[in-house]
């Protein structure tokens, strides 16, 4: 594995390889790395000849308040996730490589940013789909992995690559969980004792909802309430929000039919988790 702190020098490597023929498979990531990633690195390295991890806690992403400092970071135990993962190039810049001066351009998300995370935090998704930006120039990946834990982040990023024509296949990888079904997070850490002991709750009252919609239940509404009674009986988090729609187009919903997302976010003391189910309800008219 080779470690690279410089733009213009993992560029020429990456077109080295590319002019050898080599499918680059690309895993972006804000390190502190857990099985959620090692899944993404370890699909990418079956389907490409060549795997490039990078790893930056991208400062546009956050808002004022938020996590941006304190942020987990671990460099020497995602180096070792990396090794492991059998990468061939890790891309670690810093601010000043990726941002040395004050940034001008900025890409603006228009849609599918106004429901869920995007709403909570605007701009949010701009950052991302900047840095990623320079990151697929960077790069130049043919095949580019994302957990579908943050599925808005793989429906933004979708439309990322078809709006600005980016030759890359986008390639969404199912949410690892912990074995009593909490989603595998960086943010976990930070809950305390006792919201570890229920924070899989959240994704019980997922599966409840996705069971009721499977079974018939066609209003969004019902859905809703059937998590919100669920969390607020077995959990302290307080809801931030828990929303129905159409998936990838995250489009609100009438009836629930057809691809569907069902996502929420929960506020626990220091942690925010979100989490998600999107499953296929056949009707009559699909
Ligand atoms: O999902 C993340 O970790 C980040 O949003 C990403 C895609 C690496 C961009 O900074």
């Given at each position: 594995m080779r470690i690279l702190t410089i733009a213009k020098e993992i560029q020429q490597q990456i077109l080295e390889e590319k002019k050898n023929g080599k499918s680059i498979g690309y895993v972006p990531t804000m390190g502190f790395l857990h099985e959620g990633h090692a899944s993404l690195l370890k699909k990418a390295r079956k389907e490409n000849d060549i795997v490039v991890l990078t790893i930056f806690v991208n400062p546009l992403q956050f808002g004022p308040n938020e996590d941006f400092d304190s942020y987990p970071r671990d460099i020497e135990h995602d180096e070792k996730v990396a090794q492991s993962a059998l990468i061939d190039y890790l891309f670690y810049p810093s601010i000043e490589e990726m941002y040395p001066d004050e940034v001008s351009v900025k890409v603006t998300v228009q849609h599918r940013t106004d429901v869920l995370c995007g709403r909570k935090r605007p701009g949010h998704f701009d950052g991302v789909a900047t840095v990623l930006t320079k990151f697929f120039n960077i790069i130049n990946p043919d095949k580019v992995y994302f957990g579908m834990k943050d599925a808005q982040q793989v429906a933004v990023v979708d439309g990322l690559i078809t709006d600005?024509?980016?030759?890359?296949?986008?390639?969404?990888?199912?949410?690892?969980?912990?074995?009593?079904?909490?989603?595998?997070?960086?943010?976990?850490?930070?809950?305390?004792?006792?919201?570890?002991?229920?924070?899989?709750?959240?994704?019980?009252?997922?599966?409840?909802?996705?069971?009721?919609?499977?079974?018939?239940?066609?209003?969004?509404?019902?859905?809703?309430?059937?998590?919100?009674?669920?969390?607020?009986?077995?959990?302290?988090?307080?809801?931030?929000?828990?929303?129905?729609?159409?998936?990838?187009?995250?489009?609100?919903?009438?009836?629930?039919?057809?691809?569907?997302?069902?996502?929420?976010a929960v506020q626990f003391t220091t942690a925010r988790l979100i989490d998600n189910v999107t499953f296929l309800v056949h009707n009559d008219t699909n």
């Open positions: 600005f024509n980016f030759d890359i296949e986008i390639m969404p990888v199912e949410t690892v969980r912990e074995e009593d079904g909490l989603a595998k997070s960086s943010r976990n850490v930070y809950l305390l004792e006792e919201e570890r002991a229920c924070a899989h709750e959240l994704y019980k009252g997922l599966n409840l909802a996705r069971e009721a919609a499977l079974h018939g239940e066609d209003n969004p509404e019902k859905l809703v309430s059937l998590i919100s009674n669920h969390i607020m009986n077995y959990t302290n988090g307080k809801i931030d929000y828990i929303e129905v729609y159409s998936y990838p187009e995250l489009k609100p919903l009438e009836k629930v039919s057809g691809n569907v997302i069902i996502a929420l």
